[in-house]
């Protein structure tokens, strides 16, 4: 494993950024949905067609989805902490993309022959 000086300084500044958005700062994984519903109610606009509109953040739950209403007091908050998520997500993306490029090096040293990410490992047939 390299040491933090032997990493790029953009790998470094990304570390450095998840470590401080996760610790400092609330943040939410998921998407925000607006929808659109009837009331019900005799009379209300949106049975004329205009409908009441409210804002859901959709989470995962191990592997259920769920919608959390989310009042309008809340949205801007919410929105900040959703936004917080995509950019830690983002980071952790970059960051696993350098390490796995270190780890196909450190293989390759290893073997002893280059390898590439994106090839689909080939089976040798037996004759």
């Known amino acids: 494993m390299p040491s933090r000086s032997q990493r790029s300084a953009k790998e470094r500044d990304a570390r450095s950024r998840v470590v401080g958005d996760v610790a400092k700062n609330p943040l939410l994984r998921g998407s925000l949905v607006v929808m ?56 952790l993306d970059f960051i696993s993309g350098q390490c796995l490029e270190q780890m196909l090096e450190e293989k390759q040293q290893v073997l002893g022959r280059p390898q590439d990410a994106k090839a689909p490992h080939k089976r040798r047939r037996k004759g």
Do not use: F, N
């Open 36 to 91: 659109r519903r009837q009331c019900g109610k005799p009379g209300c606009h949106c049975q004329q067609g205009e409908k009441h509109t409210s804002l859901y953040l959709a989470v995962r739950a191990g592997k259920r989805r769920t919608m959390i209403y989310i009042p309008p007091a809340l949205e801007e908050t919410v929105r900040q902490w959703v936004q917080r998520g995509r950019q830690v997500d983002e980071l």
